[in-house]
């Protein structure tokens, strides 16, 4: 549960440190997921600033994270992308991005880009595969706003994967001849991975891509008030879906493998927004 009195302090803190830093904030954050590190090479300019000098934000302890904030220019669009998340299934605790996202929210972010790595469900997307998320499905019913008060609380997470933002994903890869799937994205709490049971459950309940995050950091964005667009990366087959262990080492290798093409396309999506009124605005 969030403590409010004991976290707007570090945010306040945090959006200081940022602001002396960076200067003013850019419109275009980016959560970097497993696989999609390698867009970090494509920022211009790039300063880097370590979580550890930003109070509120996590301490991540998962290989593969490396826990600093980038800022620079991706073509015409000014950009911050974090590199670590925190996951539920590090602590219990599903609030861990919230001093995070609402330091981005106060420092003047309206934008959030999540990307993750992900097990696929479909056959059509295999692994290498990348898919725009549209929805999600949050299997444990777990949620970071637990606890806050007034009415804000209550957010509508009816277009929680914002419609302008994706049809504007759909143009850039066709644009750039690659192809996006589209789909429905399940959180799985983890650290475990799911049982083929499970997996069946997932797929009947309309689920294409499973994960351990984005969800609960999808819903402190919204609550923050900033538009949300969600990729995921398909490292494998989920379970009962293909006669391959699954195991951290593998979404790991298979992220390598995949992760240059997903970071050109995430560099192309995010020079891109520059077309858009709405960011304009």
């Given at each position: 549960m969030i403590n409010n009195n004991e976290l707007n302090p570090l945010i306040d803190a945090s959006v200081a440190r940022l602001q002396a830093e960076f200067g003013a904030a850019p419109e275009v954050a980016v959560v970097l997921g497993s696989?999609?590190?390698?867009?970090?090479?494509?920022?211009?300019?790039?300063?880097?600033?370590?979580?550890?000098?930003?109070?509120?934000?996590?301490?991540?302890?998962?290989?593969?994270?490396?826990?600093?904030?980038?800022?620079?220019?991706?073509?015409?669009?000014?950009?911050?992308?974090?590199?670590?998340?925190?996951?539920?299934?590090?602590?219990g605790d599903c609030t861990g991005m919230a001093g995070a996202l609402r330091s981005l929210k106060r420092w003047g972010v309206k934008v959030l880009i999540q990307t993750n790595a992900s097990g696929s469900l479909r056959p059509?997307?295999?692994?290498?595969?990348?898919?725009?998320?549209?929805?999600?499905?949050?299997?444990?019913?777990?949620?970071?706003?637990?606890?806050?008060?007034?009415?804000?609380?209550?957010?509508?997470?009816?277009?929680?994967?914002?419609?302008?933002?994706?049809?504007?994903?759909?143009?850039?890869?066709?644009?750039?001849?690659?192809?996006?799937?589209?789909?429905?994205?399940?959180?799985?709490?983890?650290?475990?991975?799911?049982?083929p049971a499970e997996i069946r459950m997932f797929a009947a309940w309309g689920a294409d891509a499973v994960g351990m995050s984005t969800v609960p950091e999808t819903i402190l964005a919204r609550h923050a008030g900033l538009r949300v667009m969600g990729l995921a990366l398909m490292t494998n087959m989920a379970a009962g879906l293909s006669a391959e262990a699954?195991?951290?080492?593998?979404?790991?290798?298979?992220?390598?493998?995949?992760?240059?093409?997903?970071?050109?396309?995430?560099?192309?999506?995010?020079?891109?927004?520059?077309?858009?009124?709405?960011?304009?605005?």
């Open positions: 696989g999609w590190a390698g867009a970090v090479d494509q920022v211009q300019g790039a300063k880097h600033l370590a979580y550890g000098e930003l109070p509120a934000f996590p301490r991540p302890k998962v290989e593969g994270h490396v826990s600093e904030v980038v800022v620079g220019m991706m073509g015409g669009q000014r950009v911050a992308m974090l590199r670590g998340r925190a996951h539920t299934y590090e602590s059509h997307m295999p692994p290498g595969s990348l898919m725009l998320i549209a929805d999600h499905i949050n299997a444990p019913q777990r949620s970071p706003l637990v606890g806050e008060p007034g009415s804000e609380r209550f957010v509508d997470m009816s277009s929680a994967y914002d419609a302008e933002l994706r049809a504007h994903a759909k143009k850039v890869a066709q644009t750039h001849n690659l192809k996006l799937g589209e789909g429905t994205y399940v959180w799985a709490l983890g650290p475990q991975f799911e049982t699954l195991t951290h080492a593998l979404t790991l290798q298979q992220a390598a493998v995949s992760g240059e093409r997903a970071a050109a396309f995430l560099a192309q999506l995010v020079a891109g927004l520059t077309e858009l009124a709405s960011l304009r605005a």
